[in-house]
């Protein structure tokens, strides 16, 4: 009898053992994360790196450069001064010498599109002769958004300048600071330009009168 109580308690331990493993799951590891785990990044023009920022000079650098050759130049020793902004558009100054050894000045503006500058206008002047120290234009335009702006824009090779001042017919007069000897001096509306003068650190004129050339 008491034989048959011990085969039974063994068989009863078995199958309790039995029950408790098939209850126990195992603990499921977290994958390791692999090439085909990585997230995919979604494409399209939400996901596309952004353009380069508008005022970039060196992207604009080839657009001055197209710009001076179509008007039949070619730009040696090409400086380039910083944009400003007019009205919803940037305007740029730049200066060269061309191939016959003479110094030239010019402007172009341009508007943002697809956050890239096109340019939408622009004009140039060239010295009559290489040993010009000293010219300026004038330019009448619109902007993208239809506003008319007078432009004075010019060079001058004496270091001591350090102001342009310009009269406008209407009696206003705007006084711009040179940057690498060229000078941009917008005025809104249309124009004419009564005189251009340099001016030193000192307030003493360098030169009355700026000789004003067509531009093209």
Do not use: K
């Amino acid at each position: 009898m008491r034989a048959h109580l011990r085969g039974a308690r063994w068989w009863i331990g078995i199958l309790i053992v039995g029950l408790l493993a098939g209850c126990i799951q195992p603990v499921e590891q977290e994958p390791t994360p692999g090439p085909e785990s990585v997230p995919v990044q979604p494409s399209g023009a939400d996901s596309a790196a952004p353009a380069p920022p508008a005022g970039d000079s060196a992207s604009l650098l080839p657009v001055v450069e197209q710009f001076i050759r179509d008007r039949g130049e070619e730009p040696g020793g090409l400086q380039t001064w910083p944009e400003q902004p007019l009205g919803p558009d940037q305007v740029r100054g730049y200066s060269f010498t061309n191939a016959a050894g003479v110094p030239c000045v010019g402007f172009l503006l341009t508007s943002v599109t697809d956050g890239l500058q096109q340019p939408i206008n622009g004009a140039l002047v060239c010295a009559p002769a290489p040993d010009v120290t000293a010219l300026a234009s004038v330019w009448v335009f619109l902007t993208s958004d239809g506003q008319s702006f007078t432009l004075v824009f010019g060079r001058v090779e004496d270091p001591t300048v350090s102001a342009i001042a310009v009269v406008f017919s209407d009696g206003s007069n705007r006084t711009v600071n040179p940057s690498l000897g060229g000078f941009l001096v917008p005025q809104p509306g249309i124009m004419d330009v009564n005189v251009v003068t340099a001016i030193n650190a000192e307030g003493n004129t360098v030169i009355a009168e700026i000789p004003l050339s067509p531009a093209r």
